[in-house]
T-cell receptor, first 109, second 112 residues
């Protein structure tokens, strides 16, 4: 079983729609969680951290469910510029991050 | 603040040849990482340095890959000899003392 699992997609949604991704992790001792964004042929960049109480940053909402070992990302009112690959990332200690495969999202006009 | 620098940006070599990649992290960042990202997959950690010491190289194919960070600043990753399956983007990342990693633009390697 992979340490971090994501549906690779692709997700194709119309502009303005709401889209959600889930990610599951296998290590119950995982300490911190993140979503990174990676544009085509570019490097990954931090989108947001995921806190136990859930957190929101503009149109983006991240949630963590430790009991079920999954995290989610919700994008509201999607924009064309949201088209990218979204990487679920888990910290398993010692500043080491484990990346999921990524979920590819395309927003259509 | 300057970002993570990597060179070259692209490299094409034949199998069995050797290749080296260079990374200069953000100034003051003690921890440096090398990742391999194969098309359609997430980055996979190859090696993690804390200053000039290796923290984790458990996923580094040591029969052909080597890395060093002699002065605790910039780093080189070498592949010798290269195989077709080494075709990937090699990403360098750094962090000061947190979990947020900053990535360089990567080196896209094609092995023919």
């Amino acid at each position: 079983r992979k340490e971090v699992e994501q549906d690779p997609g692709p997700f194709n949604v119309p502009e303005g729609a709401t889209v959600a991704f889930n990610c599951t992790y296998s290590n119950s001792a995982s300490q911190s969680f993140f979503w990174y964004r990676q544009d085509c042929r570019k490097e990954p960049k931090l989108l947001m951290s995921v806190y136990s109480s859930g957190n929101e940053d503009g149109r983006f909402t991240a949630q963590l469910n430790r009991a079920s070992q999954y995290i989610s990302l919700l994008i509201r009112d999607s924009k064309l510029s949201d088209s990218a690959t979204y990487l679920c990332v888990v910290n398993n200690g010692a500043q080491k991050l484990v990346f999921g495969q990524g979920t590819r999202l395309t927003i259509n006009p | 603040e300057a970002g993570v620098a990597q060179s070259p940006r692209y490299k094409i070599i034949e199998k069995r040849q050797s290749v080296a990649f260079w990374c200069n992290p953000i100034s003051g960042h003690a921890t440096l990482y090398w990742y391999q990202q194969i098309l359609g997959q997430g980055p996979k950690l190859l090696i993690q340095f804390q200053n000039n010491g290796v923290v984790d190289d458990s996923q580094l194919p040591k029969d052909r890959f080597s890395a060093e960070r002699l002065k605790g600043v910039d780093s080189t990753l070498k592949i010798q000899p290269a195989k077709l399956e080494d075709s990937a983007v090699y990403l360098c990342a750094s962090t000061r003392d947190s979990l947020v990693q900053y990535f360089g633009p990567g080196t896209r390697l094609t092995v023919t």
